[in-house]
């Protein structure tokens, strides 16, 4: 039996020689893979939501959160939900190849770029069942090889959705090797896969901030690093109040356990006394309990409906991933920014307001990677934005920022044509 190591090294191996033959595979392979992965999806179901239900209630078993048990579980129409994202990165133009900032320089050589992609992409994520199926496809589009290394508490459901892709992707002429899942769970063979520099060239984490820090901490190759997101919704002095709600409401609410959800609510102190009360029953309907600072528990107090806590230090700059929001009351639109600057983590941030000098020094002054003017901070998703789906949301800013598509997992190089130049 061949060792762990051994055999994760020969995983990378292939995937490096498979990467070779990707760069330039024609579209029509690619896209026929990715209508055989939405496909074979469809019907596998049975037996990857077997899978999924194995891996669901031995983590039940275990004591794992609320949240964490969301992100794990599969359901027919979440999976059904990832084949139509496999599909629509299909529908993508194919961004490799593509030509472009042509010139020709005064010496008559003619330059320009052309895109490619980055080679092997190793990805190491935990709990989420569809990363398996969203990185493989977009990586497949992109003309890129993947390793997969997904957490043991998904192991059964990434192990089955890893060997829809292969399969499909093999019969669809892509190279063998080009899709790699570990089935090892063995932590230890994640450090020493961010020794393999030589095969891997960018290395993908998400999950849980402790993870991404280890990884950001140990790895050889480049990162890119994000999904901790500690999103803000900052209701300005002049903002229309049902709007407001509405916007406040589904970023909390409408799926509270990712990254994108809103976790502290600041309420301009003209606004306050109208606008809080409102927004607090409706969170309430919802069960959301609210950790307030003194003013706004002060307007909130009187209603016994409510599940409100005296908010602590620790709540600001929390990402709650439940039904918990912060609430804190300012007194301008420096003191949110302020706030912002301070306790955000550089995911996605929001201002609600009616004025435009408002909604412009928001958008100039907030250093997030998506920020936003009246709308909810839950757009920020590979799909929501067209990408198809996403291999995960940088909040760093080399070499991608936001969500991570397709183009994200590509470079270029330089193409050069002459007709005898020599430098003098």
């Avoid at 010496?107 to 989420?128: D, H, T, W």
């Avoid at 901790?228 to 799926?255: E, L």
């Avoid at 949110?336 to 929001?350: F, M, P, T, V, W």
């Amino acid at each position: 039996m061949k060792s762990p190591n051994k055999e994760l090294e020969e995983k990378a191996r292939a995937a490096r020689a498979a990467s070779r033959r990707m760069a330039y595979l024609p579209s029509e392979i690619k896209n026929k893979a990715l209508h055989n992965i939405a496909n074979d999806l469809l019907a596998g179901q049975e037996e990857i939501l077997a899978a999924n239900q194995l891996d669901y209630h031995q983590a039940q078993k275990s004591g794992m959160n609320a949240a964490m048990l969301d992100r794990l579980m599969l359901s027919p129409e979440r999976l059904a939900a990832i084949a139509k994202d496999v599909l629509a990165v299909a529908e993508l133009p194919d961004p490799v190849g593509e030509v472009f900032d042509m010139r020709t320089l005064p010496n008559g050589l003619q330059l320009s770029r052309k895109r490619v992609p980055l080679g092997v992409i190793g990805a190491i994520y935990e709990s989420r069942p569809n990363v398996t199926v969203d990185i493989s496809a977009l990586c497949l589009k992109s003309g890129n090889a993947v390793i997969l290394r997904g957490g043991r508490e998904a192991v059964h459901s990434n192990s089955a959705l890893a060997k829809v892709v292969r399969e499909a992707a093999t019969r669809a002429g892509v190279p063998e090797g080009a899709v790699q899942f570990i089935e090892n769970t063995d932590r230890a063979l994640v450090d020493e896969m961010l020794k393999l520099r030589q095969y891997i060239d960018l290395i993908i984490p998400r999950g849980g901030a402790g993870l991404i820090q280890h990884i950001k901490d140990n790895a050889a190759m480049p990162v890119i690093a994000g999904g901790v997101g500690v999103c803000h919704t900052y209701v300005d002095r002049s903002a229309d109040v049902d709007k407001a709600v509405a916007i406040a409401f589904n970023a909390k609410v409408q799926r509270p356990t990712v990254c994108n959800a809103l976790d502290t609510l600041l309420v301009h102190a003209d606004i306050a006394r109208k606008y809080l009360p409102l927004a607090a029953a409706e969170l309430a309907r919802a069960g959301v309990e609210m950790h307030c600072d003194e003013r706004a528990m002060a307007i909130l107090k009187e209603k016994p409906s409510l599940k409100l806590k005296p908010a602590t230090d620790e709540d600001w700059g929390k990402e709650f991933l439940s039904l918990v929001a912060a609430v804190k009351v300012v007194d301008s639109l420096d003191e949110a920014l302020e706030h912002i600057e301070r306790c955000g983590s550089g995911h996605s941030e929001a201002i609600i307001t009616g004025e435009d000098d408002a909604a412009v020094r928001f958008l100039d002054e907030v250093d997030a990677a998506c920020v936003y003017v009246n709308a909810s901070t839950r757009f920020t998703d590979g799909s929501q934005f067209g990408l198809g789906a996403e291999v995960g949301i940088s909040t760093q800013k080399f070499h991608a920022r936001g969500p991570l598509g397709v183009r994200e997992l590509t470079s270029y190089k330089w193409i050069i044509l002459g007709s005898g130049q020599v430098r003098p």
